[in-house]
């Protein structure tokens, strides 16, 4: 046995308790260091994600399984950006129409508005609009296509088409996961299986 003495509190120094205990066991080791993975997934990486099939076909078989016209998104939510979008299309007089000075007046002659920015749209090249809206403060992206996607320098950046090897196929590609942690691609641990390839691991696990 071994004895032990401390003071009671720090308000009482001259208080001293005495206490008889066992040797201490040993202390257990340490439980292994746990590291954190920084995770990041992108807005437009799982857009790709949530479309796996459609771009599983594209990567697998080529062309665009869905077909679209070249087009463009622009969002002018408010009299600002609005106003910014009839400069940028030099049509300055639709600031003075009052169809179109607030937000629910242009609302409500929208059938009249959206023909007259889609007649000026049609007469430029995508890209120029574009960049002529994007000077001007204009949110505005194109409607891209799966094949427009894959050629998207941050797509390829971030490795969102990888490739692995099939027992039937070769080397296949096949379209990674969008979250990345610690900013490297997800590893392809298996091909696509096969017909029932798995069925007797699965069963043998489950004990069926």
Same mark, same amino acid.
């Given at each position: 046995?071994?004895?032990?003495?401390?003071?009671?509190?720090?308000?009482?120094?001259?208080?001293?308790?005495a206490r008889h205990h066992a040797?201490?066991?040993?202390?257990?080791?340490?439980?292994?260091?746990?590291?954190?993975?920084?995770?990041?997934?992108?807005?437009?990486?799982?857009?790709?994600?949530?479309?796996?099939?459609?771009?599983?076909?594209?990567?697998?078989?080529?062309? !665009?399984?869905?077909?679209?016209?070249?087009?463009?998104?622009?969002?002018?939510?408010?009299?600002?950006?609005?106003?910014?979008?009839?400069?940028?299309?030099?049509?300055?007089?639709?600031?003075?129409?009052?169809?179109?000075?607030? !937000?629910?007046?242009?609302?409500?002659?929208?059938?009249?508005?959206?023909?007259?920015?889609?007649?000026?749209?049609?007469?430029?090249?995508?890209?120029?609009?574009?960049e002529k809206l994007q000077a001007?403060?204009?949110?505005?992206?194109?409607?891209?296509?799966?094949?427009?996607?894959?050629?998207?320098?941050?797509?390829?950046?971030?490795?969102?088409?990888?490739?692995?090897?099939?027992?039937?196929?070769?080397?296949?590609?096949?379209?990674? !996961?969008a979250f990345k942690l610690d900013?490297?691609?997800?590893?392809?641990?298996?091909?696509?299986?096969?017909?029932?390839?798995?069925?007797?691991?699965?069963?043998?696990?489950?004990?069926?």
């Amino acid at each position: 046995m071994s004895g032990e003495f401390r003071a009671m509190s720090p308000q009482r120094p001259y208080c001293i308790s005495a206490r008889h205990h066992a040797p201490a066991a040993a202390a257990p080791p340490p439980p292994p260091a746990v590291r954190a993975a920084y995770c990041v997934a992108r807005a437009l990486c799982v857009c790709i994600l949530v479309l796996y099939d459609r771009n599983l076909i594209y990567v697998l078989y080529g062309g !665009n399984p869905i077909s679209l016209p070249t087009s463009l998104v622009i969002a002018a939510a408010n009299n600002g950006q609005f106003a910014r979008l009839a400069i940028a299309l030099d049509k300055e007089e639709w600031l003075e129409d009052p169809r179109f000075l607030q !937000n629910h007046d242009r609302v409500a002659y929208r059938d009249v508005l959206i023909p007259m920015i889609q007649d000026i749209a049609n007469s430029h090249e995508r890209a120029n609009l574009i960049e002529k809206l994007q000077a001007h403060g204009v949110p505005c992206a194109p409607v891209s296509t799966i094949s427009e996607v894959f050629q998207n320098d941050q797509v390829t950046a971030r490795d969102m088409l990888l490739s692995c090897e099939h027992p039937t196929l070769g080397t296949m590609p096949i379209v990674a !996961n969008a979250f990345k942690l610690d900013k490297q691609a997800t590893p392809v641990y298996r091909h696509p299986p096969l017909l029932a390839e798995h069925q007797e691991e699965i069963e043998t696990e489950l004990d069926l």
